[in-house]
């Protein structure tokens, strides 16, 4: 693994595709200044704010956090990274967390708009009872593997997850499946219904208001497999479709090459859209349960 000063940078331990970035204590004492700059309404209101703190971030590095997180994050050998503070202290609070999400997804390109949240990010509690319309919020209903972005006409080819805050939890572990890891991929990628479109809705707690087409795969620029799915929101139009479908959920459930975690409180995970799939094991009944989540998701810069 290569260095970089302030940052301790590791394979993770369940796949050496993941890797780990501890941020040191010396670099986030240096960022308490520049953040304290803004307040997260002028983040919210002025664009230019993020990427003013994102060149913090990197200046802090000497310029290799951005150079090591976009080789990883554009590598399928890896393209996953488990990111955050070494040690969590008092000022490293919700706030703080937010704009070190906000300086990282400004690293790596623009954020989409999230239309649940109208903001350029998302933040949502998982709690005990919920009245959702989508497995998000479901604490003890496993999230199946899927994708981001699929019901929207934004590229969406990555993916930012912050655990902010968590009480009361047992279970509920993440989920990562890389697509060369899967057993069935090949089998799936080269069924003909996979590249034909299927019709992709949401439901209202999204705010999109439009339905799109796309196929559940596509290759890339070496003929490999890309995938864009969720089991949620694909409308089949036929039984060959709905089949489809139902082969698939089973085979991306049933793969033993999962990466099951556990995201520490106050650390972010950032997977490539395309070739990592993400979810979340149940969680175990407890009334007073509560996880504050924050999502980004967006497209890279173009050079």
């Avoid at 700059?37 to 000497?62: G, H, M, Q, W």
């Avoid at 503070?85 to 623009?110: E, Q």
């Avoid at 057993?183 to 219904?193: A, G, I, K, M, S």
């Avoid at 479709?241 to 099951?260: A, R, T, Y």
Wanted: aromatic share 10%.
């Amino acid at each position: 693994m290569e260095k970089v000063k302030g940052l301790e940078i590791s394979a993770h331990e369940k796949s050496k595709r993941i890797i780990n970035i501890q941020i040191e204590d010396e670099i986030l004492d240096k960022l308490i200044f520049p953040f304290n700059k803004f307040d997260i309404t002028a983040l919210e209101y002025k664009p230019f704010t993020r990427f003013t703190l994102a060149k913090s971030l990197d200046d802090i590095t000497s310029n290799q956090l951005s150079k090591l997180m976009n080789k990883i994050i554009r590598d399928r050998e890896t393209g996953c990274f488990i990111i955050g503070p070494k040690n969590i202290n008092s000022k490293i609070n919700d706030n703080f967390l937010v704009k070190l999400s906000t300086a990282l997804s400004h690293l790596i390109g623009n954020p989409n708009h999230d239309s649940m949240a109208g903001k350029y990010y998302a933040r949502f509690f998982v709690k005990h009872e919920d009245r959702s319309d989508s497995y998000l919020r479901k604490a003890y209903t496993n999230m199946d593997l899927h994708t981001d972005g699929t019901y929207v006409k934004e590229i969406t080819d990555w993916l930012l997850m912050t655990k902010i805050e968590e009480q009361n939890v047992e279970g509920g572990e993440t989920t990562m499946l890389h697509l060369d890891d899967w057993e069935h991929c090949e089998d799936l990628f080269n069924d003909p219904v996979g590249k034909q479109n299927f019709t992709w809705g949401s439901p209202k707690s999204k705010n999109i208001d439009y339905k799109v087409e796309h196929p559940v795969f596509f290759p890339d620029k070496n003929n490999k497999a890309q995938i864009s799915y969720i089991d949620q929101f694909p409308e089949p139009k036929n039984m060959a479709q709905g089949n489809f479908l139902q082969k698939l959920s089973d085979g991306l459930e049933e793969s033993k090459n999962k990466v099951i975690t556990k995201l520490p409180t106050g650390s972010t995970i950032v997977a490539n859209n395309y070739f990592w799939l993400h979810g979340r094991r149940p969680f175990k009944e407890n009334k007073d349960l509560s996880r504050e989540l924050l999502r980004i998701r967006g497209s890279f810069f173009i050079n």
